[in-house]
């Protein structure tokens, strides 16, 4: 579990804007799927939700990890 989560900063410190862009993508794609309603999936807005806490989580983690 420690090598993982070593590897997984140092992945994160060299890419430092992925999460947010992860979760803008996540969101964009909500608003696509917003155009297709009737899916319990689209009505939750699960992929908005989603995409919201991992961008803002990726934000967070920007400059500790820089």
């Known amino acids: ?3 993982f989560l ?7 410190s ?3 804007g992925l999460l947010p862009l992860v ?3 996540l969101i964009i794609l909500n608003l696509i ?3 297709f309603p009737g899916n319990w999936f689209v009505d939750r807005n ?3 939700h989603v995409g919201l806490i991992l ?3 990726g934000l967070l983690l920007i400059r500790p990890l820089t």
């Open 1 to 3: 579990m420690n090598e």
């Open 6 to 12: 070593d590897k997984l900063s140092e992945f994160f």
């Open 14 to 16: 060299k890419y430092p």
């Open 23 to 25: 979760g803008l993508g």
């Open 33 to 35: 799927l917003q155009l």
């Open 46 to 48: 699960i992929l908005l």
């Open 55 to 57: 961008s803002l989580l």
